[in-house]
């Protein structure tokens, strides 16, 4: 569970949409023959306000030391690569530590493969505790306590949010029972249990409040949303969520990413109508702290896998 400072509340309701758009035209050209956009899409996402003179050229520059170690594929690594630059660490140095993390997390008894182990790797660089042994015992018992009440659901892909959740203050207890709570609460809202409402749950269990309350919030942008004339929203509910945990209020949330989804829409070459929703969300969430940076983080790596395909990256 996280808490979000005075300091840290989300400030501006608006979007620079120009400034992705001009981002994704630089990133764009590294896009093989016959390669899907998508991914190259998210990877404007974490780079679109640095103001870097040549985005794809800072990009490819950023992701060759992580594709050396394996650390993600491409286009996938494109995306880490973002985050490193957004964060201003140095791909090489963060390119050895995952790789090494990686190996502590198996060594550790957790689940390997798919992009689980590379992204909890990689969240827990970002932190500094990548090393810290206490943090991987707690992330193997939030994992155990997942898969005491969902069995079949859990397993590697789950790594990420169990990273965020080891990072936090609350017992490993704690954190299953808040996310039960909030998962079987969605669930009597109409979601099946699936990998997605066990991620939405985790979510919801990162804010600082109780889960009814995350739950609430997710209520009331799924609402505000119809009102924009979103009506696939439900069938979205990760990045909804995403939002739900920003310090703003739900309405002005959905208005921002209402506003941006449209904007996206009306560019050219224009997105998919369900990535350019994920990419909304994630632009009308930076800059607010909600839960955190990593979070956003986190769902930057995970949107972009599961929109492009790529989630065996």
């Known amino acids: 569970m996280f808490e979000a400072s005075a300091s840290s509340l989300w400030q501006n309701p608006g979007v620079d949409t120009a400034g992705y758009l001009r981002a994704f035209g630089s990133i764009l050209r590294l896009r093989g023959l016959a390669q899907s956009d998508t991914v190259f899409r998210f990877a404007a996402v974490p780079v679109a306000t640095l103001e870097l003179p040549d985005p794809g050229a800072a990009l490819d520059a950023a992701s060759k030391p992580l594709a050396q ?14 985050l490193l630059l957004r964060r201003g660490a140095d791909p090489g140095n963060a390119a050895e530590a995952v790789a090494d993390a990686r190996v502590r ?5 957790l689940p390997a493969g798919r992009i689980g182990d590379t992204l909890a790797a990689l969240l827990l660089h970002l932190a500094r505790r990548a090393k810290d042994a206490s943090v991987l015992e707690r992330m193997k018992s939030i994992q155990s306590g997942w898969k005491h009440d969902h ?19 609350e017992s490993t207890e704690e954190v299953a029972g808040r996310t039960e709570e909030a998962f079987q609460a969605l669930k009597a809202r109409g979601y099946w249990s699936t990998n997605e409402l066990q991620l939405t749950a985790q979510m919801a269990a990162l804010l600082a409040a109780p889960p009814a309350e995350a739950v609430r919030r997710f209520d009331i942008l799924m609402g505000a949303l119809r009102d924009h004339a979103i009506g696939f929203a439900p069938l979205r509910p990760v990045p909804v969520m995403l939002l739900a945990l ?52 986190a769902m930057t790596v995970l949107l972009a896998a599961d929109e492009g395909g790529c989630g065996d990256s």
Do not use: K, Q
């Not at 170690?69 to 973002?82: E, I, K, S, Y």
């Not at 209402?258 to 009308?284: C, K, N, Q, V, Y």
């Open 69 to 82: 170690r394996n650390v993600f594929v491409p286009p996938l690594v494109l995306v880490a690569a973002g």
């Open 105 to 109: 997390l198996r060594e550790a008894g």
């Open 151 to 169: 069995r079949w659901l859990t397993g590697v892909d789950d790594l990420p949010l169990a990273a965020l959740h080891a990072l936090g203050t």
């Open 246 to 297: 920003a310090a703003a209020p739900p309405a002005d949330m959905a208005r921002a990413l209402a506003d941006t989804h449209a904007a996206l829409l009306a560019a050219r070459p224009a997105p998919f109508t369900g990535e350019a929703f994920s990419i909304a969300a994630l632009l009308a969430a930076d800059g607010n702290a909600g839960t955190g940076p990593l979070t956003l983080d």
